[in-house]
Structures are given as structure tokens and as C-alpha cells.
């Protein structure tokens, strides 16, 4: 295990996660100590934070952004690296359902997802070593059927929740709305 902040992350060989991570700056510090944890309802109320959206950049409201974010985890996943279900790519923050593959583990997956978009974002942005992604990430290891319905409803629903749009298909940056079309 390791320890950031306040998380701690563990790896299983062959568990599902349900990871969410944000870009960086997107939550003033002294809300990030206080509500970024392993505790589901605090979780939830960081993620209500988020999707208001009152601080921060977003830079992924952008379609060119987002994009980069979207098929950098597709990509991911058609390389074998993680299995990937439901996502979100939010304003601010991202949601993914995965199961890292081989020798991948949670970290080094997150990290590869990270670095990757983050290094063609700022690239497109023309942020030259500029941090894009915080450096914490969330994590819950999904651990049955019912919780993988719960998280697929969760992400899916991200979007609608944030009132970004009407119905979870209708949010292009999601695995919904690639369901759909």
C-alpha cells in the first residue's frame, strides 16, 4: 500500500475500481484535506463540490479536452492495460470504472492515464510543465454485482446529477452516450 495525503491506496490482482480524479487547483486546499477521504458520504459531498464547479479551471468543458481525455482511456483499454466500464469526463473531474490487467496495478494505471492526457492537454492548451491533473486520486474496490450497478448508476448519472444535461445518454463525454451511438 501507499500513502498519499490522506489516502491510502491498495491493489488487488484482478479487482474492479471505482477511481475518480481531478484536474489540479479544481478544490481550494483546505477543502481537498477535509473531504477528499476514503468515507463514501464524504466522498459524495467532494463530488457535489466538484460538479458545482465554483472554483478551479475547466479545462475539461472543452470538446477538444475532453476528447483527448476520452480516447486516452479507450486507448488504455484497447492496449489491454484495464478493462473499462461505465466513465465520465465531468468539467473539472473525471469518474472511471477499471480493472487494471497483467502487471498493471491501480497506481501505475491511474498514472499512465494521467500523465498521458495531461502531457496531450497541455500540449493542445499550450501549458508548457504545467501541472494539469491533481496529484491525489479516489478509489473504491468494487467488490460485487450490486456495487458494480450502484457505481454504473453513480457515473453515468454524474452529468444529470451536475445538471449538464437531461439524461445520461445525452452527455457526449460518457460511456452512456457512447452506448447510445
Do not use: Q
Not at 463530488?47 to 472554483?55: E, G, H, I, K, Q
Not at 473531474?93 to 477499471?98: E, F, G
Amino acid at each position: 500500500m501507499d500513502f498519499h495525503r490522506r489516502l491510502e491506496h491498495s491493489s488487488r490482482d484482478g479487482a474492479a475500481y471505482f477511481v475518480t480524479w481531478r484536474l489540479d487547483g479544481s478544490l481550494p486546499v483546505e477543502r481537498v484535506a477535509e473531504f477528499w477521504t476514503s468515507d463514501g458520504p464524504k466522498f459524495v459531498e467532494c463530488d457535489r463540490l466538484l460538479d458545482a464547479v465554483s472554483t478551479g479551471p475547466r479545462w475539461l468543458e472543452r470538446p477538444d479536452v475532453a476528447r483527448i481525455v476520452v480516447n486516452v482511456l479507450l486507448s488504455g483499454e484497447h492496449e489491454s492495460r484495464y478493462e473499462l466500464g461505465a466513465w465520465v469526463v465531468m468539467l473539472n473531474h473525471v469518474h472511471a470504472a477499471l480493472r487494471p490487467i497483467g502487471d498493471n496495478d491501480l497506481g501505475s494505471t491511474i498514472n499512465a492515464i494521467k500523465g498521458r492526457s495531461a502531457r496531450e492537454a497541455n500540449l493542445l492548451l499550450n501549458r508548457n510543465g504545467s501541472k494539469f491533473w491533481a496529484k491525489d486520486y479516489f478509489d473504491r474496490r468494487i467488490r460485487d454485482w450490486e456495487a458494480d450497478a450502484r457505481v454504473v448508476r453513480y457515473i453515468e448519472n454524474n452529468p444529470v446529477k451536475a445538471g449538464l444535461c437531461r439524461g445520461i445518454t445525452d452527455w457526449p463525454w460518457s460511456s452512456a452516450a457512447k452506448k447510445r451511438g
